[in-house]
Every structure is written in structure tokens, then in C-alpha cells.
């Protein structure tokens, strides 16, 4: 049963990974997704807070040594951002952010493979999750 305080440990969790980012004296996308994840892991409240830092872990993964990314890096660090969230809980629910999540990514790499540069690969990301929302 969900415990009703899901969106402001959403928010407080990511009000504390942009603090983090905000500190930071990087600039290139390695440094700032690195930040991001160190701060949502510090201020990650309830599950989802949880759930959301190691999606951020896994991004900053993917962009470790990046200064710049193009769609199909964007893509694949959204996909493995979803695996690491995924790899976070030990029994995944459908229907959930994990889902959201899922959906997203998927969209991402599917646009990013047609050959899609980085807006492509945002607005087919943005259009997936109010997609998977929605459902």
C-alpha cells in the first residue's frame, strides 16, 4: 500500500541533488551528473527517493569521463540510469516509477538509434513518460 508522501520525498530528493549540483564547480556532464547522484543519494527521502538516486548513479555512470553527450550517449546513460533503479530493489513492481522509468529509456534508445541528436532524444523521453504516467 503506498504510504502517501511518494511526491514530497520525490521533490525533497531532488531539491537536494540540484544543491548538490549547484556546489559543484564542475561544469562538463561527468562532474554534473556525478553531483547530481552524490546529492540524491545524500538527501534521498523514502523509497522513491531511494529508487530515484540510483537511477541518477547509474546516468552519472554512463557519463563518467563525458564532457559532452551526444543522443546515443544520452540514451544508453537513461538506460542504465533504469537498470541500476531497477537492480536497486529487490522485487520490482510494475505500474510504478520503475515503469516509468523502463518506458522512457526505451523510448530514448529507439529515437536515438533512428538517428535522433539529443532534442530528438529528450522529446521522445518527455512524450514516454507522460505516456506511461497516463497509463
Known sequence: MP???TGSNMVATVRAALDEARRSPSADVA????????GALMGARGNSGVILSQLLRGIAEAAAGKDRLSGLDLAYAFAEGTRAAYGAVATPVEGTMLTVAREASEAAVAAA?????????????VTAVAESVRR
Open 3 to 5: 504510504d502517501g508522501d
Open 31 to 38: 562532474g554534473v551528473t556525478a553531483a547530481l547522484s552524490f
Open 113 to 125: 538509434e533512428e538517428g535522433g541528436d539529443v532534442g530528438a532524444v529528450l522529446e521522445a523521453t
